[in-house]
């Protein structure tokens, strides 16, 4: 998902981060290099001037802060612009769930508008899907496209596949099928009715009076235009052609986990007011997302998807094991022993490589590289190991290793080679602190909820006391250990 406007973006922020000052000069050129990324990702002139623009403002505007480097300062300045261009207060519930306008007298009408081809059909199903499993509703489809035969016949095969009813007569009219339809959903006790309404090529008058009609007869609740995240001013002139018809009430960007370009996820709601509610990102039923424009920014800039990385580890590890993680990786306390819990509890998020991708700068990483199997011997090797080898590798003699190798039944080369990999894990980490890139990732997920990021920094305070306080009770044991082994008393 939007890999040529990232690039272009970690480009920029390698250039800058070369820069001890933000002068009049490298902003004007920061500003420029981020028009071009937002041109060729398909934003129209006018909404990337405002937004190089304000950048710009905020940018020469900005303190300098000790401690942080322009690139850093900029990358933020730029993703809180791309958030607040993106992000519409109140439509996502503390749950993390879309909040919709459910209503309680008549089945709550869901309209689906957009050209052909757009994933209107597609979508019906997924929201189908996600109203049940989410807020327990019972939906009913509509199959209101009646331009081409084969349409009805699609909605039933998604109908089918999920389990849910569609109401269909291919004799009457579209805009009478729908009257119709919420009749009959109140009769048979579903509490949504989802419109699947017809698609052109091109906005046209036939096509917006039909769903214009459709709206007068049904009064929907929201209002959807669907479009194809792969395309980017095009489906942005035709949001604003049906914004100017239908009482919108939100988008939802389809194929974004296409080869998206992202000029329609930036664009929509500069160009039409209304908010992307949702994001599809599979031809599959369950490919459909809330849209939280902070994780979408972030994927923009390439940074990794930090947050959803940290949700996921989170319901592996529990929080506090996550900030103790977190607090091991920028003091540099991270052992293999870390690394062990670490393999385990990764091995119960999923795919290995799909996890990786998420965490900045793994990009650059082996990926192929990283299989199960040689997991489990990576597990097998720190296993056989003492708690100290496990704090201290890069003590292990020949003797040891030998030792160890022998006790997990994996060479010493296999040995040598999980030291060296660990010694790179703990240099890419080293890597990231000096670009600001791990603080700012654990900046910005502290940053997005106050109340939490309070408590979470109380409890870092206490916990990094703890640990001050064992490591100097560790560093003593050593110290004995090692006066003892080496007869130094
Ligand atoms: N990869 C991908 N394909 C999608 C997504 N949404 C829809 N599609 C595909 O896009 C095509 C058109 O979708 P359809 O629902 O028939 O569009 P409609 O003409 O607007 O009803 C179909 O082949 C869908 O499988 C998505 O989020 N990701
Ligand atoms: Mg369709």
Redo the contacts with the bound molecule.
């Keep these: 998902m939007f890999d040529n406007i990232s690039s272009r973006f970690t480009d920029l922020w390698r250039k800058l981060s070369g820069s001890d000052k933000i002068t009049e000069e490298n902003v004007t050129e920061a500003v420029r290099a981020i028009r071009t990324a937002l041109l060729e990702a398909d934003v129209s002139l006018k909404v990337a001037k405002n937004f190089t623009e304000r950048v710009r403002e905020k940018a020469l505007g900005a303190e300098v802060l000790q401690g942080v480097r322009p690139g850093e300062q900029f990358v933020k300045i730029v993703h809180d612009e791309l958030i607040r261009m993106m992000q519409e207060e109140g439509t996502v519930d503390e749950q993390g769930r879309a909040k919709m306008k459910f209503r309680s007298d008549r089945p709550t009408v869901i309209l689906?508008a957009?050209?052909?081809?757009?994933?209107?059909?597609?979508?019906?199903g997924?929201l189908a899907l996600y109203l049940k499993q989410k807020y327990k509703k019972n939906p009913m489809l509509v199959a209101a496209?009646l331009q081409r035969p084969a349409?009805v016949d699609?909605l039933e095969v998604?109908g089918k596949g999920i389990g849910m009813s569609v109401f269909a007569d291919r004799t009457a009219s579209p805009p009478d099928v729908c009257a119709r339809a919420v009749t009959e959903a109140k009769k048979k006790g579903h509490d949504v009715v989802i419109l699947?309404t017809a698609?052109r090529l091109h906005v046209d008058d036939a096509l917006m009076k039909e769903v214009q009609d459709i709206a007068r007869r049904t009064q929907p609740d929201e209002v959807f235009f669907?479009c194809?995240?792969m395309t980017g001013q095009d489906a942005v002139k035709s949001a604003k052609a049906f914004d100017e018809q239908l009482p919108l009430t939100g988008a939802i960007l389809?194929?974004?986990?296409?080869d998206s370009r992202g000029g329609a996820v930036m664009t929509v709601r500069a160009i039409t007011g209304k908010p992307i509610r949702f994001?599809?990102?599979?031809?599959k039923m369950d490919?459909?997302e809330v849209f939280h424009a902070d994780r979408i920014a972030g994927r923009i800039l390439g940074m990794g998807d930090v947050v959803s990385l940290v949700e996921k580890a989170q319901s592996a590890i529990n929080e506090e094991q996550a900030l103790e993680l977190e607090q091991k990786l920028l003091e540099d306390e991270f052992t293999l022993e870390d690394f062990l819990q670490q393999i385990k509890a990764i091995r119960k998020m999923g795919p290995m490589q799909d996890l990786l991708k998420m965490i900045p700068g793994a990009q650059d990483l082996p990926l192929d590289q990283v299989n199960e199997r040689g997991l489990d011997h990576v597990e097998a090797i720190i296993l056989s190991m003492t708690p100290k080898e496990r704090r201290l590798p890069e003590q292990l003699n020949l003797s040891r290793k030998r030792r160890i190798a022998a006790g997990s039944g994996r060479s010493q080369d296999e040995l040598n080679r999980l030291l060296k990999s660990f010694e790179q894990m703990r240099e890419m980490v080293q890597g990231l602190k000096s670009q600001g890139l791990m603080g700012k990732a654990a900046a910005w997920k502290l940053g997005r909820d106050k109340k939490k990021a309070a408590k979470q920094q109380m409890k870092a305070i206490k916990s990094s006391k703890k640990r001050a306080k064992a490591n100097v009770r560790r560093a003593a044991g050593d110290m004995a250990a090692f006066r003892r082994e080496f007869n130094l008393d």
Excluded: F, W
């Design positions: 689906m957009g050209l052909q081809g757009a994933g209107k059909t597609t979508t019906c997924k496209d349409a699609q998604v699947d698609g669907v194809d995240g389809t194929k974004l986990d296409g994001i599809g990102v599979s031809e490919g459909l």
